[in-house]
Structure formats: C-alpha cells, structure tokens
T-cell receptor
Framework: KAGVTQTPRYLIKTRGQQVTLSCSPI?????VSWYQQTPGQGLQFLFEYFSETQRNKGNFPGRFSGRQFSNSRSEMNVSTLELGDSALYLC??????????????FGSGTRLTVV | SQQGEEDPQALSIQEGENATMNCSYKTSINNLQWYRQNSGRGLVHLIL?????REKHSGRLRVTLDTSKKSSSLLITASRAADTASYFCATDGTGGGNKLTFGTGTQLKVEL
C-alpha cells in the first residue's frame, strides 16, 4: 500500500513568488490535513479537507490556501512568499476525521526555503 | 497555538533504559495520539488512546491518560538507539473542530 506522497521534496523560492505543494493521500483516505513545522513555532495546523470541502482552517493569513480534488489529492498554495514562510510543510491523510479516532499517516514533507 | 506541551523538552538515556515522556493539554478531548518524528522527516503514528481509556499498550509502548488532570504519559521500555527521535502528543479537542493539535515535542536521544 503506497504511503502519502508529497511533491516536491525540496523547494527554493524568492520572496514575493508563489508556490504550490502537492499531496497524494493513501488510497481510500478521504481526509487530508496540512501542517507547517518550524523550529520556533513547532507544528502548526493549516487546513483540513474532507470530501473536497475545507472543514477547518488554522490561524494563517489569506496568502495560504488549499483545495482537495475528487480523488482526494490535495494542493496548498502560498502566495507572495515571505522569509518567515520557510518551513517543512507536512501533509497527513486519514480514513476519517480526527474526532472519530482516526490516526494520521504523514508524508515526508516539502522543505520550502524562501530567500 | 499548541494544545499540548510535552515534558521534558529533551531526554537522554542509555540503551536498555526506560524513557518516560509526559504531555499536558488544555481542553476536553475525544482522543489523544502519540507520534514519532525522525530528524526532519514525516511523523509516524504510534498509538491512540480514547478519552474513556486509562491505559493502552503496543509492543514496548505504554500510554496512560488522566482526563481529570488533562495529562498523558508515554513509556518506552528497553529503549534502543533506533528510538532516538522527537515524540509528539496530539489531541482533538472536543471544541476544536475535529482537527489534531500537536504538542511541543520531546527530543529523545538513546545512547549506546
């Protein structure tokens, strides 16, 4: 069974540019969540998608957006990049939503560096 | 913001010893989960304990949950060098909208 696939693994962008990160969940998983991990702030929740609908959004500016497709694949977009957006972006998939007692399977992450 | 805080922040032990990590959280929960992260990689799900459970075992892992104190502990018995990693607790607060909120993590180093 294939795991959660995140692409690309590494990305270097310039301030002001935009970036799109992709996540392919485990087959059959309908929930996809995104997290930003930095040494200073730890793991911060970005979004949760379930059945193509955004169900939750973390405390991030509107420059951060995402979507989920009918095959459960998800993308997140960050526009007008800032130096502070440099982080490891992690995607996690699960059969159902967290409150239902489902564990998350994480991808290896996309390491974004903004210069 | 972090829902949970792990204690200690860092722990260094010898191979064969037991490692105990604690997690405190702020709001009522449906369940609590523990994850492991090897340096700069994705997180791996270790164990889930529901709010109506007090203790759960999985191999060398033992998790306890005290909802009255809003705290949990993870015990790794007979630690191995391969257990070196960061360990996070995660909760889905009942008022938190079905999302997992992660704690600050404990960095465990198991030395030979």
């Amino acid at each position: 069974k294939a795991g959660v696939t995140q692409t690309p693994r590494y990305l270097i962008k310039t301030r002001g540019q935009q970036v799109t990160l992709s996540c392919s969940p485990i087959s059959g998983h309908r929930s996809v969540s995104w997290y930003q991990q930095t040494p200073g702030q730890g793991l911060q929740f970005l979004f949760e998608y379930f059945s193509e609908t955004q169900r939750n959004k973390g405390n991030f500016p509107g420059r951060f957006s995402g979507r989920q497709f009918s095959n459960s694949r998800s993308e997140m977009n960050v526009s007008t990049l800032e130096l502070g957006d440099s982080a490891l972006y992690l995607c996690a998939s699960s059969l159902g939503r967290a409150g239902g007692g489902y564990g998350y399977t994480f991808g290896s992450g996309t390491r974004l560096t903004v210069v | 913001s972090q829902q949970g805080e792990e204690d200690p922040q860092a722990l260094s032990i010898q191979e064969g010893e037991n490692a105990t990590m604690n997690c405190s959280y702020k709001t009522s929960i449906n369940n609590l989960q523990w994850y492991r992260q090897n340096s700069g990689r994705g997180l791996v799900h270790l164990i889930l304990i529901r709010s109506n459970e007090r203790e759960k075992h999985s191999g060398r892992l033992r998790v306890t949950l005290d909802t009255s104190k809003k705290s949990s502990s993870l015990l790794i018995t007979a630690s191995r060098a391969a257990d070196t990693a960061s360990y996070f607790c995660a909760t889905d607060g009942t008022g938190g909208g079905n999302k997992l909120t992660f704690g600050t993590g404990t960095q465990l180093k198991v030395e030979l």
